[in-house]
C-alpha cells in the first residue's frame, strides 16, 4: 500500500520540455509539471499518445534534461539531489538505485536470461562470480523464470522478455522501479500476471514503483495513485478510488470540462472533450505539436 501521504522519494517542480520543430519552432511537449512521488507507493502515469508521460520518464530517469525545473529525488545520502542539474557521473550514481522495465524488455539477444540478469551485477558492483550466480538465480526465481534461466531471449515469450527483464531491473535491490508501459502487446491474461508480478515484488522488495501506461485495465489494478496528463499539463492527479468515481460516472452529470475529460480517456469513448471540442483534426494536430 501507498506510504504516509507527506514522505515524497521525488519531487518533480515546475517541469518544462520542448523539442525543435521541422519548421524551425518550438513544440512544448512537457509545460510546468508538479507532483511529488510518494515512497513505497505505485504510481501510474497515463494519458493520450502525445501527451508528454514517455518523455516525463525519460526526464525522471536523467536520459532528456528539460528546459527548466526541478527533479528531486530524496534518498539516503543524496538528499535534496537534483537530477536536472547533475553532471552525467553523478547521474551514474543515482542510476544504480534505480531499476528500470523498458517497453520490450531491452533484453541482449547475444546473451542468456542468467547472463542478462548477472549484467549489471557484474558492471556495477564487487560482489565474487559465485554470490552473482546465487543472486541470479534468486532473481529469476521471484519472476518464476528460473527453469529458463540458459535459454536466450529469442526463445521467449513476450511475457516471458517481460518476466526477463525485471529479474534484471531488480538486480541491484533498487529503491524505485519504473516502468514503461509494461503491458504493452501482451493479451490480456499475460498482462493480468505481469500485474500481479509487479505488485507482488513491490510488496515484498518495499520499493516505489512509477509506471507509464494507457492500459487502463492493467492502472486500475496495480495503482494506488494516478496522474493524468493532457496537452503537457496534469490535469488530474489523486488515489484511485477518485478515478475509479470518474471512471462509473454519468458524464452528464460531470460537472467541469476536465472531468469530463477524464472520463473519455478513462473509458475510450469516441465521443467527448478530447475529440469534440474542436473537431478530430484539430486533436490530431494537438497530439503531434502542430
Do not use: W
Not at 515546475?14 to 510546468?32: C, E, I, M, N, S
Not at 528531486?72 to 547521474?91: C, K, M, N, W
Not at 500476471?193 to 496495480?222: G, N, P, W, Y
Amino acid at each position: 500500500m501507498s506510504a504516509a501521504p507527506h514522505d515524497p522519494v521525488i519531487s518533480i517542480r515546475d517541469l518544462v520540455v520542448r523539442f525543435p520543430t521541422g519548421d524551425g519552432g518550438l513544440a512544448t511537449v512537457l509545460d510546468g509539471v508538479s507532483f511529488d512521488v510518494y515512497r513505497g507507493e505505485t504510481i501510474v502515469i497515463m494519458g493520450g499518445s502525445g501527451c508528454g508521460k514517455s518523455t516525463l520518464l525519460n526526464c525522471l530517469i536523467g536520459e532528456i534534461v528539460p528546459e527548466s525545473g526541478q527533479i528531486t529525488y530524496l534518498l539516503p545520502g543524496i538528499q535534496d539531489f537534483d537530477i536536472v542539474r547533475a553532471d552525467e557521473r553523478t547521474r551514474n550514481r543515482l542510476r544504480k538505485r534505480f531499476g528500470i522495465l523498458f517497453q520490450s524488455g531491452a533484453l541482449f539477444s547475444s546473451m542468456t536470461l542468467a547472463e542478462n540478469v548477472a549484467l549489471p551485477l557484474r558492471e556495477h558492483s564487487h560482489v565474487p562470480k559465485d554470490i552473482i550466480d546465487i543472486v541470479v538465480a534468486m532473481k529469476l526465481q521471484q519472476v518464476r523464470m528460473l527453469a529458463h534461466r540458459d535459454k536466450y531471449p529469442a526463445q521467449l515469450s513476450g511475457g516471458q522478455k517481460k518476466r526477463a527483464g525485471l529479474a534484471r531491473a531488480t538486480a541491484l535491490d533498487p529503491e524505485i522501479l519504473f516502468y514503461d508501459e509494461p503491458s504493452a502487446g501482451l493479451d490480456p491474461v499475460t498482462s493480468s500476471a505481469i500485474d500481479e508480478l509487479m505488485m507482488d515484488l513491490s510488496h515484498k522488495l518495499q520499493v516505489t514503483s512509477v509506471v507509464v501506461t494507457h492500459e487502463m485495465d492493467s492502472a486500475f489494478r496495480i495503482a494506488d495513485r494516478m496522474v493524468m496528463l493532457h496537452q503537457g499539463r496534469v490535469l488530474q492527479i489523486g488515489p484511485r478510488s477518485d478515478f475509479e468515481r470518474l471512471r462509473i460516472a454519468n458524464p452528464d452529470e460531470l460537472e467541469t470540462t476536465e472531468q469530463k475529460l477524464v472520463h473519455q480517456f478513462l473509458n475510450g469513448a469516441p465521443r467527448g472533450p478530447l475529440t469534440d471540442l474542436e473537431g478530430i483534426s484539430e486533436y490530431e494536430k494537438i497530439l503531434i505539436g502542430e
